[in-house]
T-cell receptor, first 110, second 114 residues
């Protein structure tokens, strides 16, 4: 079945440093979504990417979908303490099933 | 987007008992799902709650252990039956609204089984 892996599993950064998490699928995806889960909270949708090579920005967050539609990345510029949480990618494959990645837990040190 | 009320928010249960989690949505939605998130882990889909018919379960999850009801387009319940400590987890209700391709999650129900 479809598998979606994320690296790193954990990342500690100093406030102001950049952060990147990578997502890789075992199969080609029709689209990929990113969610953020704050500590003690529930996942909240951030963005969806559909086109090969697509790049979208939300303020300090940049999302990219790979040319082969099998990988994606989320980059945060100049992290802030409000960025703390776990970031999940979720890929939708040919079976229309949405598979969540393993998540990257971001800690931002003030 | 839809607003989801899920209860209980947390509970501590004894081994061998059952607990029913309720999910109420403030609008009619086509798709409702139940996820499990074990401590520090990702989200695993348990089943799709189908209105008026039996839920569609994912591999590794069975109806006897996780019976689901969905009597209408705004409400669903998930029961965790004959609980063991391995069932300690967060259970999340989520919906996908018509015309949208993204999930909205409830706040989750944190279950601890002693």
């Amino acid at each position: 079945g479809q598998q979606v892996m994320q690296i790193p599993q954990y990342q500690h950064v100093q406030e102001g440093e950049d952060f990147t998490t990578y997502c890789n699928s075992s199969t080609t995806l029709s689209n990929i979504q990113w969610y953020k889960q704050r500590p003690g909270g529930h996942p909240v949708f951030l963005i969806q990417l559909v086109k090969s090579g697509e790049v979208k920005k939300q303020k300090r967050l940049t999302f990219q979908f790979g040319e082969a539609k099998k990988n994606s990345s989320l980059h945060i510029t100049a992290t802030q303490t409000t960025d703390v949480g776990t970031y999940f990618c979720a890929g939708r494959g040919s079976a229309r099933q949405l598979t969540f990645g393993s998540g990257t837990q971001l800690t931002v040190l003030p | 987007s839809a607003v989801i009320s899920q209860k209980p928010s947390r509970d501590i249960c004894q081994r061998g008992t059952s607990l029913t989690i309720q999910c109420q949505v403030d609008s009619q939605v086509t798709m409702m799902f139940w996820y499990r998130q074990q401590p520090g882990q990702s989200l695993t889909l348990i089943a799709t709650a189908n209105q008026g018919s039996e839920a569609t379960y994912e591999s590794g999850f069975v109806i006897d252990k996780f019976p689901i009801s969905r009597p209408n387009l705004t409400f669903s319940t998930l029961t965790v039956s004959n609980m063991s400590p391995e069932d300690s987890s967060i259970y999340l209700c989520s919906v996908r609204e018509a015309g949208a391709n993204v999930l909205t999650f409830g706040a989750g129900s944190r279950l601890t089984v002693l």
